[in-house]
């Protein structure tokens, strides 16, 4: 029970003794019965005072402290007129003005954190204790290539992302380096912050691949012009021989043997020439001219060009389009040579007797997708490397061409062979 309850019951109590007396007024001498009257008037008093000085300020604490349990921070106790109960009353104030402005502060500082890590071009992936995705900021969205409701509430093995699978093969305190098959590449680091007392491990994803792409360029375009300078040098000052040696043995008997090899070593020379250029090419792609235009035309365009490189192998060419599609910004010759490449390197994947699906999607995209063999996870990871190719014959330089362009366009892309066992290369536009 409450002082507040005891302290009633003690009134009742004393009213009691006050009645009884009363009822005892022709049983005392006047002056006893005025006395013992006294004695009670006088104890009411005292406990009216006491209530004031005591019951009320212990209330009033009370109330403080429901305050606390509710964390009302706004409200304040009032000052009862006792100088130990003001005191409490005092201190109890500004330890709620101070509640208050520290939970203002770190309020503002997690809005201001929160904000941060929605604008920060880095990656955020916050985890549960269960290593489940618990919050993903935009970019995270973007670089793993997912919705956010396909990763939250997931483990990183059970998200459909090559990212994803990545992040999930770092060990926590370690920083690695993961190269994707669209060409991406991210330095991520896992790590773990403190929260109410447990370690909640995050994952920062900085994408590399700007800087690294600006590097390899620079690099390879040096050694291109510097081959192509060598070689093309090399071949002019040989074919000019090769001709003015077969023009001398050409009037001379028996020299056909030897003016047939002059003719071989020219037209190879003149085949290096023209390799070496395919490379060279690359390295002056121009810079795109952007128009407004209608994707669904120029993938229909295409598919009609290569329909009969298509049918030679036996490879049924498909072309689905959304009505809908909004136009987009592109450079249209150099986008259709980037989707001839594109259609061109699945038919050679499949080889004979097969089916590509060209598809364009809202808001703004374009898949092609086909049933070839597929491509390999070590493959993957090689993918839109400067002169890396699968092709026996292959120079390397068809998806450092469609990435080049893509880029320009600032198209996001991936090449990937899905768990349908489909090959899609997918195109967003921005």
């Avoid at 009257?37 to 005591?54: A, D, N, S």
């Avoid at 040989?238 to 003016?259: N, P, R, W, Y």
């Avoid at 020379?269 to 669904?296: G, Q, W, Y």
């Avoid at 190719?389 to 292959?394: A, D, I, Q, V």
Wanted: with cysteine; charged share 25%.
């Amino acid at each position: 029970m409450r002082l507040k309850g005891f302290f009633f019951i003690l009134v009742l109590l004393l009213l009691a003794i006050g009645g009884f007396f009363f009822y005892l007024i022709g049983k005392l001498l006047p002056l006893y019965f005025y006395i013992a009257e006294g004695l009670v008037l006088f104890t009411l008093i005292y406990l009216i005072i006491f209530y004031r000085k005591i019951v009320k300020p212990l209330n009033t604490i009370a109330s403080g402290m429901e305050l606390l349990r509710e964390q009302d921070f706004s409200s304040r106790l009032s000052q009862v007129g006792q100088m130990e109960a003001d005191k409490v009353v005092n201190v109890f104030n500004r330890m709620m003005d101070q509640l208050k402005n520290e939970r203002l502060r770190l309020r503002e500082q997690n809005h201001f954190l929160d904000l941060l890590i929605s604008a920060s071009p880095m990656g955020v992936v916050i985890m549960t204790l269960d290593s489940e995705v618990s919050q993903l900021n935009p970019m995270a969205v973007r670089m793993m290539g997912v919705s956010l409701e396909e990763a939250l509430g997931k483990k990183l093995t059970d998200i459909d992302s090559p990212l994803a699978l990545g992040l999930a093969m770092i060990v926590k305190g370690q920083t690695d380096t993961i190269r994707l098959n669209d060409s991406n590449i991210y330095k991520c680091t896992h790590s773990s912050f403190i929260d109410r007392g447990f370690q909640h491990p995050f994952f920062l994803i900085e994408s590399l691949t700007d800087e690294v792409m600006k590097a390899e360029k620079k690099a390879y375009e040096k050694v291109i012009r510097m081959i192509a300078h060598e070689v093309n040098n090399t071949t002019a000052g040989i074919t000019s021989t090769l001709d003015t040696v077969e023009q001398a043995l050409s009037d001379s008997e028996g020299m056909e043997d030897i003016c047939d090899v002059m003719r071989v070593c020219t037209e190879r020379c003149f085949s290096m020439s023209r390799f070496i250029t395919r490379f060279a090419d690359v390295v002056k792609i121009p810079e795109p001219h952007l128009i407004t235009a209608n994707l669904n035309d120029i993938a229909f365009t295409c598919k009609r060009f290569m329909e009969g490189m298509c049918n030679d192998r036996h490879i049924r060419l498909r072309f689905e389009c959304d009505e809908d599609l909004n136009d987009v910004k592109l450079d249209p010759a150099l986008f259709e040579q980037v989707l001839v490449n594109i259609i061109k390197n699945a038919a050679e994947s499949i080889g004979q007797d097969g089916e590509i699906l060209i598809r364009t999607m809202l808001p703004a995209a374009i898949e092609v997708i086909d049933n070839g063999p597929g491509i390999t996870k070590e493959t993957e990871a090689k993918l839109f490397s400067p002169f890396f190719s699968t092709k026996p014959n292959g120079q390397g330089i068809g998806l450092i061409f469609i990435r080049e362009v893509l880029t320009r366009h600032g198209c996001s892309f991936s090449l990937r062979t899905y768990s349908d066992g489909l090959t899609r290369f997918r195109i967003l536009f921005p």
